[in-house]
DNA sequence: CATGTTATTTATCGAACGATAATTAAATAG
DNA sequence: CTATTTAATTATCGTTCGATAAATAACATG
């Protein structure tokens, strides 16, 4: 009887097939008035709505609660989705795949621009894309059931994003960008990300009050690693040189 | 029906306080066999396991599955908690309370040692203290729940920790350690931690392969980190010295 | 108009949930 | 021993859940 309403969004519920503008009709239990959809826009909305529901209270929302959302009813979700399961598969594939830019490894290997403004223009605009309730709270939700989502999502950013920037950021330092980078070196830029992620957790789940702005934060974040890594990855470049 | 005995026998401590009855009979619809405990191990008892089953499936994890897992009946939890939020919020206790050790403030503030060494220390120890199962997913459970437990818990690590390690980084930098930190240096020592904890995350929660052990993992970021800070504390501090 | 298709609703099932009341039996005191 | 206390059980209530079958109504087509 709990459920102490963590994230409460816009609640918005408009019944949009059932609008009842008589009132004079207290004799009779309501006309149905139903509305026919087309296949594509009803499960277009349902995923959307899907994603503001779970967002707020995770997967254990209720297939009602959904369709009450939406106006419809609750049998109606199972001619679009064969289980519940299926309507979340929707929502990963939707957040978690349509919503990643492939220009993000493209900055970053972009040779022109000088290492640190590629760093911070990268996390700049992935912050502003991740940084929603939609997307931070379902991926922790996903995560705590177990589902492979996040490990595949996390290998992408590894491959994507964190060698790249890794490479990147060795040649800035002339420590030569041609050998693969080692698990010890990505590890260290997981960190950063891992740092900045969580920025974000604090304030999007944990809603804690955020004195430092989104853009100061990534700028000192950025500015303190890049100063620090060049000696680290020298390190590691020696040291390996060495063991191979 | 219920035939298939509703007691599933020892999970663990069945520590019976009497050795009951003739262990022959087995014939019959098999006697209930009731064991009486102290009030106060169950207690402690039933919160254990709770931890354990709500860290696993997290706090919809129904009180039948716990019972059944505590070789006690599912009314009996009642007996000891007025309602399942006041089992959870034992929970919460146990974990985030009087799991704090408060020798973590002072090694990080005794000046007898270098900072470096300090700071490696405190994350070894910590990391070891949080990085499990129980710790990490019920915290997030927690926070994405809307629970005030991950605000205050912030709120003491920022207390505790970032605020002490923050004025010794900047001793040790020669830039005065008079002044209380700024939310913008508080801000960049939660970017370390934030990034030590994600890898916790996604050791424990996401399950993924990590090739770096967390000895090495936490000494190349504290290394990086204070290889970096000092020229971003230097800034900072000159900044708001004009600025007031 | 009549007819067919199908989007949507009504009605309902069985299981699982948190919680309560009544009952039973183990420990304890006199 | 008997009487008392209370830990632990059995039985059950009301609700909510995901899912299915059957009935109904909106739209397209002729």
């Not at 008589?22 to 899907?50: C, M």
């Not at 939406?70 to 299926?86: A, E, I, M, N």
């Not at 060049?230 to 390996?240: H, I, S, T, Y």
């Amino acid at each position: 009887m709990n459920n102490a309403a963590p994230y409460k969004g816009n609640t918005t519920t408009q019944m949009a097939g059932r609008s009842s503008t008589s009132l004079a009709a207290a004799e009779k239990p309501a006309p149905p008035r139903r509305t026919r959809n087309k296949p594509e826009e009803r499960h277009r909305e349902f995923v959307r709505k899907a994603i503001e529901l779970f967002a707020e209270v995770g997967f254990e929302a209720g297939t009602r609660e959904l369709a009450q959302r939406l106006g419809v009813t609750q049998p109606l979700l199972y001619r679009y989705f064969p289980s519940k399961d299926d309507l979340i598969a929707a929502v990963y594939q939707e957040i978690y795949v349509n919503r990643w830019k492939k220009e993000w490894r493209e900055g970053l290997v972009d040779e022109s621009r000088p290492i640190r403004e590629r760093i911070i223009a990268f996390y700049e605009d992935y912050a502003s894309t991740i940084f929603t309730p939609e997307w931070i709270r379902i991926y922790l939700f996903a995560g705590l059931r177990g589902v492979d989502i996040n490990r595949r999502y996390a290998a992408t950013v590894e491959s994507e994003i964190l060698r790249p920037i890794t490479l990147a950021t060795r040649a800035s330092f002339g420590l030569g960008g041609e050998d693969p980078p080692t698990p010890e070196e990505v590890e260290l830029f997981w960190t950063l990300q891992g740092g900045i992620f969580y920025y974000g957790v604090r304030e999007i789940v944990y809603r804690f009050p955020m004195p430092v702005d989104r853009p100061t934060m990534i700028g000192n974040a950025v500015d303190t690693f890049l100063a620090g890594v060049g000696p680290v990855l020298k390190r590691l470049a020696e040291r390996d040189g060495e063991a191979v």
